[in-house]
């Protein structure tokens, strides 16, 4: 049916007559529709979007430091803030210890073996566990330690992404003692969150590395 445009007199009729081709359960639809619209040309200030993910603002401790000493071959400076044990897992060595940052949830975890001319083993393995974690990580810096006069050699590797552990290296006299550090923190890597922490840490690292020193060699 052909709807003739209407003027001034014949508008109302016209109107009518176009509405009753609509159905009656169209008109709640034609209402939702309507709201909709209006809604939708608001303005943009009146829009809720979604914020931006921030994370806790880290407050940090002053730096102090204190000897450790142990019946273990070698000793070191440790923040006063850490808190270090034996490692209590299954097969663990003597002297495998745990440096521990408990307000930051993290861990350092020390591994120490004798050497008797098998230093090439402990060597590959080592590069074998940092290698592990190239699946995930952006690249790896390695930086070399080598301090003649306590003997002290090695190399550290940083280990940069959304690594499970982000920072690791090994010490040894080459001839009589090896040790391998691990820093690894209880919760799901992610470089945005962990970074201030690590970067706090990895300072708390190097001083016990630059501090290390084997009781015999």
């Known amino acids: 049916m052909k709807i003739e445009t209407a003027d001034s007199r014949t508008g109302k009729r016209n109107r009518e007559l176009i509405f009753s081709f609509i ?123 080598s301090r003649d006069s306590n003997k002290v050699y090695g190399l550290i590797y940083e280990i940069k992404g959304n690594a499970a552990s982000s920072f690791q290296f090994f010490l040894t006299d080459s001839t009589h003692h090896f040790i391998r550090g691990a820093l690894y923190f209880n919760a799901v890597p992610n470089t945005d969150s962990i970074a201030p922490v690590l970067e706090f840490l990895k300072k708390d690292i190097y001083r016990m590395i630059s501090t290390f020193r084997w009781k015999k060699v």
């Open 23 to 145: 159905p009656k359960q169209s008109w709640l639809l034609i209402l939702v529709s309507f709201i909709f619209l209006i809604s939708c040309s608001s303005d943009d200030k009146d829009t809720i979007a979604p914020k931006p993910r921030a994370y806790y603002r880290l407050s940090f401790p002053e730096k102090n430091y204190v000897k450790y000493d142990s019946v273990c071959p070698f000793t070191f400076d440790i923040p006063v803030y850490s808190r270090i044990n034996n490692d209590k897992n299954y097969g663990a060595e003597p002297c495998w210890l745990n440096l521990n940052f408990p307000s930051f949830h993290g861990t350092l975890h020390l591994s120490y073996k004798a050497v008797n001319n098998n230093i090439q083993s402990y060597l590959d393995d080592t590069y074998t566990l940092a290698s592990k974690h190239q699946i995930k990580a952006s690249g790896i810096e390695e930086h070399l330690i």
